[in-house]
């Protein structure tokens, strides 16, 4: 049977009976952030710029390669950024400050990945107002990045970076739960920056999409890396073998074209975002080679997984992507 999911991005007459609901939702989501806008509802504003990575859909986008690329590029500019997140997947009440040690149970996988690859500072927490104080009042940083919350509204934001799928875009186009939208695509019109997930190009309902070579990136494998033995190899001497390819991401497809568009056979294995891998979920896969993302990396390194191979990916900024990001986000962070 299809999940909701993959009815939202195909044509199914399933998503016309949710529509009532769906008018609904995205009337409230209009009203709420109208009462933000007129400070009906408080925002609050942290002591530093605070930039918000998001999505106006449900699912993965690939925003995580994103920030963490972003973080990379500010350390290189002379910044001290700092990320907060909802953790979501994780079980922390409160606020926590992600360290290397903890289980992605507790804190999240995201999170936890976006430290171990950035070493900054990163806090998660339900009420993202809360997670920055944190982040700020115990470390020092000069700019706070947002794991996701662009509709956390009462967590003010100096700018914002919506992050679209060149591929799935925004589906068929309908807000939750006839479709995958959080917001209606008008919002895109308000947001600072636009940033592509791969290649695309035209138009969707009345908004300028951009191409990639206007504002994008590409997530590029740079390096596999042993599950536990930190062991790196090139993915070229995985080649002739049969691989069995794990993804428990927004989006497991893209991941197994990019294996096979670098020359693998590659035996699928989706399974839900943030799954929770156990030992069983690999208990008839004797001897195989696997590659998983890093993001189910972080869940899968207390199994016992001999031939086990982590796909490092580095997003990778167009020309134009790095001109908007240094003529106008650098600027903000100067002031």
Aim: hydrophobic share 40%.
């Amino acid at each position: 049977m299809k999940s909701l999911e993959q009815h939202w991005y195909e044509s199914s007459f399933v998503c016309w009976f949710l529509l009532p609901l769906s008018w609904l939702y995205c009337a409230v989501a209009v009203v709420r952030r109208r009462l933000y806008q007129l400070n009906i509802k408080k925002s609050y504003t942290a002591r530093v710029p605070v930039i918000v990575i998001g999505n106006i859909v449900v699912g993965g986008s690939g925003k995580t390669p994103l920030l963490i690329s972003l973080c990379e590029y500010l350390i290189d500019k002379g910044f001290k950024p700092g990320v907060v997140s909802r953790g979501y997947g994780g079980s922390v009440t409160g606020v926590r400050q992600v360290e290397d040690s903890d289980p992605a149970k507790l804190v999240g996988d995201e999170p936890l990945l976006i430290h171990q690859r950035t070493h900054v500072p990163v806090v998660v927490g339900r009420d993202r107002v809360a997670a920055v104080d944190y982040l700020t009042t115990n470390n020092q940083c000069d700019v706070v990045l947002s794991d996701d919350g662009l509709q956390h509204y009462r967590m003010k934001r100096s700018f914002e970076i919506v992050v679209i799928d060149a591929v799935r875009k925004f589906g068929n186009g309908f807000c939750l739960p006839a479709g995958p939208l959080r917001e209606r695509v008008s919002r895109l019109k308000e947001v600072d920056m636009i940033v592509y997930n791969g290649r695309h190009n035209g138009m969707h309902n009345g908004v300028r999409e951009k191409s990639d070579d206007e504002c994008a990136y590409s997530l590029e494998i740079d390096r596999l890396v042993h599950l536990t033995s930190e062991k790196t190899v090139s993915l070229q001497s995985l080649q002739g073998k049969a691989i069995h390819a794990v993804a428990g991401i927004g989006n497991p497809s893209r991941f197994f074209k990019q294996l096979r568009d670098n020359g693998l056979t590659v035996i699928e294995h989706a399974f839900p975002d943030h799954h929770d891998y156990t030992q069983k979920d690999f208990a008839d896969w004797d001897a195989a080679c696997i590659a998983m993302t890093e993001k189910d990396a972080v869940k899968c390194r207390q199994l016992t997984l001999a031939d086990a191979w982590v796909v490092c990916v580095t997003a990778k900024f167009s020309e134009s992507l790095e001109s908007q990001v240094s003529a106008n986000l650098l600027p903000l962070l100067k002031r």
